[in-house]
T-cell receptor, first 113, second 116 residues
Framework: GENVEQHPSTLSVQEGDSAVIKCTYSDSASNYFPWYKQELGKGPQLIIDIRSNVGEKKDQRIAVTLNKTAKHFSLHITETQPEDSAVYFCAASYNQAGTALIFGKGTTLSVSS | GAVVSQHPSRVICKSGTSVKIECRSLDFQATTMFWYRQFPKQSLMLMATSNEGSKATYEQGVEKDKFLINHASLTLSTLTVTSAHPEDSSFYIC????????????FGPGTRLTVL
């Protein structure tokens, strides 16, 4: 089955700096890669996703890149703000309605002002 | 995005009792819903895949007789933790995946279960 590795486990940056979180996956059949932000005591919120037919996707300060050959994808947050502080999870799956997501272990991002 | 609700948000129960958690997709139909468990400072671990009108598919190591799942309609799935014990205390999160080419998976707000 699919296995997703995520690094780093913790990341501390100064406000305004960029943050990069990296994930690798094992199943070459996976073709859907979402990123979730989870605040304490809440469910995960989808912040951006990418499909295997695309190499990069951007939404304001957030971008995701995908390298299918190397089986890794990354989340990039620019101009970080204190409210970006949260736990971020990457996930992978085959893009089909009945298929569950397999999650990485998460990255705790702390943005200090 | 689509909205998924969970009820209750928090429950405290005595050891040996059963607890039911409801998961609803509010503005879309979900033939499949998923149940995850999350321990403090850990990732989401898939427990089972809930299919409307059929039996749930459980992940290895998850006791199907302890975690009863019922997917009664296209918008409702329930998880019942039977004979709960303190080690079942956790954050339980459901999700539903939209069908078609989009395929985004939306999560509920989670249910904090504490077994005394």
């Amino acid at each position: 089955g699919e296995n997703v590795e995520q690094h780093p486990s913790t990341l501390s940056v100064q406000e305004g700096d960029s943050a990069v979180i990296k994930c690798t996956y094992s199943d070459s059949a996976s073709n859907y890669f979402p990123w979730y932000k989870q605040e304490l005591g809440k469910g995960p919120q989808l912040i951006i996703d990418i499909r295997s037919n695309v190499g990069e996707k951007k939404d304001q300060r957030i971008a995701v890149t995908l390298n299918k050959t190397a089986k890794h994808f990354s989340l990039h947050i620019t101009e970080t703000q204190p409210e970006d502080s949260a736990v971020y999870f990457c996930a992978a799956s085959y893009n089909q309605a009945g298929t569950a997501l397999i999650f990485g272990k998460g990255t705790t991002l702390s943005v200090s002002s | 995005g689509a909205v998924v609700s969970q009820h209750p948000s928090r429950v405290i129960c005595k050891s040996g009792t059963s607890v039911k958690i409801e998961c609803r997709s509010l503005d879309f139909q979900a033939t499949t819903m998923f149940w995850y468990r999350q321990f403090p400072k850990q990732s989401l671990m898939l427990m089972a895949t809930s299919n409307e009108g059929s039996k749930a598919t459980y992940e290895q190591g998850v006791e199907k007789d302890k975690f009863l799942i019922n997917h009664a309609s296209l918008t409702l799935s329930t998880l019942t933790v039977t004979s709960a014990h303190p080690e079942d205390s956790s954050f339980y999160i459901c999700s539903a995946r939209a069908g078609g080419p989009s395929g985004e998976q939306f999560f509920g707000p989670g249910t904090r279960l504490t077994v005394l």
